[in-house]
Nanobody, 126 residues
Framework: QVHLDESGGGLVQPGGSLRLSCAGSGFALDYYAVAWFRQAPGKEREGVSC???????QTYYADSVKGRFTIFRDGATVYLQMNNLKPEDTAVYYC????????????????????WGQGTQVAVSS
C-alpha cells in the first residue's frame, strides 16, 4: 500500500512547540503537494497548511495558524513546525499528498489528496 508516515506529536503546554514530520513510504515527496490536516473530536477535518511541489514551493496556511506554524521541506521529509501552541490546536494531525500542483485554490479540501498518513496526536494542555 502507498501511504505516508508522520510523527512528532505529543503533549505540550500552551506556548510550547512541536515539530511534525511526514515522509512517503516507498516514494519521494519532491513532486507532490503536501498538506497537513487536523481533526479534533466532534469536528470536521481542517486544512492547516500546504506546500507545493518542490519545483514551486509556495506555502499556504489557515488563518488560525498564520505566524505560528511553518511548513517546509528538508530532503525527502516535509515538516510542520508549530510554535506558540494553543489548547485549540489539540487534534490528531495528518499529512496528505497529491501529485497535482498549483494547490492555491483547493489545498484545504481533503478530497484533493490521494495519500494519507495514519495521524499523530497533538495535545496542548496546562
Amino acid at each position: 500500500q502507498v501511504h505516508l508516515d508522520e510523527s512528532g506529536g505529543g503533549l505540550v503546554q500552551p506556548g510550547g512547540s512541536l515539530r511534525l514530520s511526514c515522509a512517503g513510504s516507498g516514494f519521494a515527496l519532491d513532486y507532490y503537494a503536501v498538506a497537513w490536516f487536523r481533526q479534533a473530536p466532534g469536528k470536521e477535518r481542517e486544512g492547516v497548511s500546504c506546500i507545493n511541489r518542490m519545483d514551486n514551493g509556495q506555502t499556504y496556511y489557515a488563518d488560525s495558524v498564520k505566524g505560528r506554524f511553518t511548513i517546509f521541506r528538508d530532503g525527502a521529509t516535509v515538516y510542520l513546525q508549530m510554535n506558540n501552541l494553543k489548547p485549540e490546536d489539540t487534534a490528531v494531525y495528518y499529512c496528505a499528498a497529491t501529485f497535482k500542483s498549483s494547490p492555491g485554490a483547493w489545498w484545504p479540501d481533503a478530497n484533493e489528496y490521494d495519500y494519507w498518513g495514519q495521524g499523530t496526536q497533538v495535545a496542548v494542555s496546562s
